[in-house]
């Protein structure tokens, strides 16, 4: 299995950032995908932004150009640098690993405010 912790939600006024961290531990070799998702009140899980092992990455409409997924395998940890934050990008934010085609975690959510 893997276990993913998330850190770096907080409370930021619009327009400003943060980065967002998850640390995987357990079968880490075995992960493929990885990604990140949001939840806000009221509304379903969507997703943020999503990478292949092997360097492609993809991002929801709302957040390109401000949002960046970056990995760093060595340290077994993915980042989410969020700049430009926008009221509507308040939400819990979710960590995603996929370890095998049937096996996937989540991680336990951060979350994130952004004052208007």
């Known amino acids: 299995q893997v276990q993913l912790v998330e850190s770096g939600g907080g409370l930021v006024q619009a327009g400003g950032s943060l980065r967002l961290s998850c640390v995987a531990s357990g079968r880490t070799s075995s992960i493929t995908t990885m990604g990140w998702y949001r939840q806000a009140p009221g509304k379903q899980r969507e997703l943020v932004a999503i990478?292949?092992?092997?360097?492609?990455?993809m991002y929801a409409d709302s957040v390109k150009g401000r949002f960046t997924l970056s990995r760093d395998n060595a340290k077994n940890t993915m980042y989410l640098q969020m700049n430009t934050l926008k009221p509507e990008d308040t939400a819990v934010y979710y960590c995603?690993?996929?370890?095998?085609?049937?096996?996937?975690?989540w991680g336990q959510g951060t979350q994130v405010t952004v004052l208007s």
């Open positions: 995603n690993a996929r370890y095998s085609f049937l096996d996937y975690s």
């Open positions: 990478n292949s092992s092997g360097g492609t990455t």
